[in-house]
């Protein structure tokens, strides 16, 4: 089975800390690039990060740039995202998804070039 599984979402006060994983079946994550992307009801598509396959450049949309940190684990094949310093508007479903290339900025956020699939998500809910 060829899948994506988010976790490590959960409810955490403004101020806190959560990070998720990515862990990939089926094939090895050492071989993509691959990307964080959110999505909140009334909200557009936020690609709020993204590392290089070649390099493991790391790439942050405005938003979450200073208080998220993408890396990956090839041993694990597992890709992280280390969320610090959580506001309320980071509330959301968190998705990671996969890429041939690299990461391409678009519409205010960075994704995996060419990127199609992704996991169910993990919900992150910061409230007080």
């Known amino acids: 089975q060829v899948q994506l599984v988010e976790s490590g979402g959960g409810l955490v006060q403004p101020g806190g800390s959560l990070r998720l994983s990515c862990a990939a079946s089926g094939f090895r994550l050492e071989y993509y690039a691959v990307g964080w992307f959110r999505q909140a009801p009334g909200k557009e598509r936020e690609g709020i990060s993204c590392?290089?396959?070649?390099?493991?450049?790391?790439v942050y949309a405005d938003s979450v740039k200073g208080r998220f940190t993408i890396s990956r684990d090839n041993v694990k094949n597992t890709v992280y995202l280390q969320m610090n310093n959580l506001k309320p508007e980071d509330t959301a479903v968190y998705y990671c998804?996969?890429?041939?290339?690299?990461?391409?900025?678009?519409?205010?956020?960075?994704?995996?070039?060419?990127?199609?699939?992704w996991g169910q998500g993990t919900q992150v809910t910061v409230s007080s």
């Open positions: 998804t996969t890429g041939l290339i690299g990461c391409t900025y678009y519409n205010g956020g960075w994704y995996p070039i060419g990127y199609d699939t």
């Open positions: 590392i290089d396959r070649t390099d493991d450049s790391t």
